[in-house]
């Protein structure tokens, strides 16, 4: 069985840009969370859908926004990129009402 | 919110000695106590987790104990190998919104 992937792996962008992540979860997952992870901040959680609405959300500013598909892929969009949103951005899926998470490799955000 | 701790913060043991990772939480309503493993360049890996209702859970080399009186979980890793250094976090969750601790540095010694 497929994991989750992430796509792009890697992505440099400028302060001031906007940038979608997308994320395909495992197939028959329908639950997708994501986390961004610094060296300084650790990983801390971003927000989660399930059947195309948000669930639960974290304590990012607005600029950080997601959506889920009918098919359970998910993106996430941050606008307006600071220097300081560069980091890790990790997707996990999971079954309906199962906690266990299943994490994607991450895509690679540089802020330049 | 929760907030997790995680000790020690790096960890190096002789390959083949045991390894305990401690992890303490502040949400009692926390059911969902997750361990993952990254190594460099990938995600977190899913080793083990243990819910609110049991005491303890073992899965070969890796076992998981929790106190819910204390607030606390830890990890022991036992019969330790070259390949279980990575760094390993510790997780709590009463939803699906998973609060890490900020996570521990092992190294085996060969």
């Known amino acids: 069985k497929a994991g989750v992937t992430q796509t792009p792996r890697y992505l440099i962008k400028t302060r001031g840009q906007q940038v979608t992540l997308s994320c395909s979860p495992i197939s028959g997952h329908r639950s997708v969370s994501w986390y961004q992870q610094t060296p300084g901040q650790g990983l801390q959680f971003l927000f989660e859908?399930?059947?195309?609405?948000?669930?639960n959300k974290g304590n990012f500013p607005g600029r950080f926004s997601g959506r889920q598909f009918s098919n359970s892929r998910s993106e996430m969009n941050v606008s307006t990129l600071e220097l300081g949103d560069s980091a890790l951005y990790l997707c996990?899926?999971?079954?309906?009402?199962?906690?266990?998470?299943?994490f994607g490799p991450g895509t690679r955000l540089t802020v330049t | 919110g929760e907030n997790v701790e995680q000790h020690p913060s790096t960890l190096s043991v002789q390959e083949g000695d045991s390894a305990v990772i401690k992890c303490t939480y502040s949400d009692s309503a926390s059911n969902y106590f997750p361990w993952y493993k990254q190594e460099l360049g990938k995600g977190p890996q899913l080793i083990i987790d243990?819910?609110?209702?049991?005491g303890e859970k073992k899965d070969q080399r890796i076992a998981v104990t929790l106190n819910k009186t204390a607030k606390h979980f830890s990890l022991h890793i036992t019969e330790t190998q070259p390949e279980d250094s990575a760094v390993y976090f510790c997780?709590?969750?009463?939803?699906?919104?998973?609060?890490f601790g900020t996570g521990t540095r092992l190294t085996i010694i060969p």
């Open positions: 997780a709590a969750s009463k939803d699906e919104k998973l609060t």
């Open positions: 243990i819910r609110s209702n049991v």
């Open positions: 859908y399930f059947s195309e609405t948000q669930r």
């Open positions: 996990a899926s999971s079954f309906a009402g199962s906690h266990e998470q299943y």
